[in-house]
């Protein structure tokens, strides 16, 4: 049996707990210091400021590649494998573009993957186990909480992990195949992979506790776990199972949690100016990276390479395109048209200027100087897709047009409602999922739990830059190599492997 072990340098982010700026008030901000794990979990306020840590490092450099910082840097490489989203010249991200990472078990930029998502994992768990060492009888909530929130970043991280290193969940299989080793304590030490079935089985677990949990949890800002997030991460992880009937039923649920809480759509008159500050001037985002100004991660920022206005060499000479054809797929009306400049000759900063057409104009950085703004992790537009996307696929039209019709109000004054049913349905909310999420992370995990091919053909792709146009819907690039080191470790410290 292959065994496999996380990366070794994770387990020194005992330090994760590098953390940033803390008042007396642990539920202000976001500390500084360098805590240790044992002083941590001494107290609750203690614990938070840790799980603070967590949401800090979800925009991170500790990998030291540019390009890659945390999740909002693997949310543009997800994208640049799908075929929504090309760009010519500027060689950031162009190797995800070609799929060369998908393949390399050597590739930092896999490795990266990898090593960042079990991080995140070892800490949850040491939390965890901090909770239950000091705190397992305890009647503050905070407790509580704390725990709901930990068991979704571990939940997360394994779906992302499961869906990069392990073939598609298929809701008509026994899904025996490998998945990624589920990682419940902060043990270092081999673990067999589970299956893929097993994988999904305690995700799911992991999420339904938490979701009751953190009921009547208010957090202290978007940039924490909700139990409106908790189900959104509840209604992804079923619509990857293809488990539609609990997938509507989650995403509706978590639309209704985070509206009572005061979440709103993003209106029409927000479409321009709702990114980078989605925290402060929308009620879009559900999870996000919040990000001041004084706390920019230079070159690992996702502004840095998702700014159009920023002047960097990645957008002077690269600023991301959307698809041709999923560009058209918008009607005349569609307001998200302003997103993207068809012609590649608008107004733009002359230093940004390559007259590539079909030139994003979405994420706007705060500065052209300083690649700084929020960046949203689950927004409740994807709820009301995922929500509409799901009923149209249990065979539910009326719920899923319900929803789709109250989204797209929001982005076409023109829309009258659909017409469609069944398959049509689907596909109509799919191609409004491909436009509203463009450069979000969402295209190649869509196409994988879909089963899916990688269509480029006929678009605005440049095949001498992104190395191929066509993909496969079965080809092997779709599951990425264990990292060799992983497999060298393991070769080292088990008999079991092979």
Known sequence: ??????????????GMFNLTGCSEDFLDTVPTESVSAVTISETLDGLYIALNGIHRNMVSQF???QGMGGEPGF?????????????????WHQTYLQWAPNKSETSSYNIGFWRTYYQFILNANLILEGLDKNFADSSDPLAKYIKGEALCIRAWAHFNLVQLYAKR????????????????????????????????????????????????????????????????????VTLAQQNYAAAAEAAATAINTAEAAGAKLMTKDQLMNG?????????????????????????????????????????RTGIKCISST???????????????????????????????????????ARSTADPVGDVAFMRLSEMYLTAAEAYARAG???????????????????????????AALAEEVMNHRRIEL??????????????????RTGTNYNISFAGFLDKDKDAQEWVYEIPKAERDYNRLCSKNYN
Request: proline share 3%; hydrophobic share 35%; net charge negative.
């Open 169 to 236: 969940y298929e809701a008509s299989d026994a899904n025996a195949q490998d998945g990624v080793p589920y990682r419940e304590t902060s043990e270092i030490a081999p673990m067999a992979r589970h299956s893929v079935a097993d994988v999904y089985t305690k995700i799911n677990a992991d999420l339904d506790n938490a979701i009751t949990l953190l009921n009547g949890y208010k957090p202290y800002d978007v940039t924490h776990y909700s139990q409106a997030a908790a189900y959104g991460l509840k209604a992804r």
């Open 1 to 14: 049996m292959k065994q496999f072990k996380y990366i070794l340098l994770s387990i020194a982010i005992v």
């Open 396 to 422: 539910n039209d009326a719920s899923a047009k319900q929803y789709l019709n109250k989204f797209v109000a929001e982005r076409d004054p023109a829309y009258t409602g659909s017409s469609n049913t069944g």
């Open 326 to 364: 999923t560009y058209d797929l918008m009607s005349a009306t569609d307001l998200r048209r302003q997103w993207w400049d068809p012609t590649g000759t608008a107004t733009v900063p002359a230093s940004n200027y390559n007259k590539r057409a079909y030139q994003h104009r979405k994420f706007t």
């Open 75 to 91: 949310m543009i490489c997800r994208e640049a494998e799908g075929d929504d989203f090309t760009w010519d010249t500027q060689t």
């Open 438 to 455: 463009w450069g979000e992370g969402f295209r190649w995990f869509d196409l994988k739990r879909l089963h899916l091919d990688v269509h």
């Open 63 to 65: 990998l030291g590649v």
């Open 275 to 315: 990114f980078t500050d989605i925290t402060s001037k929308t009620g879009e985002a559900l999870y996000a990276a919040k990000t001041l100004n004084d706390q920019t991660v230079y070159f690992y920022s996702f502004y840095a390479y998702m700014g159009w206005n920023f002047n960097s060499s990645s957008n």
